[in-house]
């Protein structure tokens, strides 16, 4: 996929995020009780790209075989929170959803 075609459906997911008038910086905390480590993830404009994924899980997890947790290193029970990250159209990116 072009990075033009990505730039593009970025824009459309940031539009499509502003209509639901979420925040402009939300703070999203994330532990794992298997490793008991926890970390928060800043989201900025309601997407996180995989960079920011891959950083999560390098702080949750971070041991290349292990499969303890989901895409972001979680595991176990979650601080409650307002806002959920679920997996765009764009492989890689998550949007910020409020639950």
Not at 17 to 42: C, E, G, W, Y
Not at 63 to 84: H, L
Request: with cysteine.
């Amino acid at each position: 996929m072009s990075n033009k075609r990505i730039a593009k459906e970025l824009v459309r997911i940031a539009k499509d995020l502003s209509a639901q008038d979420l925040p402009s910086r939300v703070v999203i905390n994330m532990t794992n009780d298997f490793h008991n480590t926890s970390t928060k993830l800043i989201v900025k404009n309601g997407i996180v790209n995989p960079r920011q994924v891959k950083s999560v899980w390098n702080k949750l997890c971070g041991i290349q075989p292990c499969s303890c947790g989901d895409d972001f290193g979680r595991r176990g029970k979650q601080p409650k929170q307002k806002y959920e990250l679920l997996p765009s159209s764009e492989h890689g990116y998550f949007e910020l959803v409020e639950i």
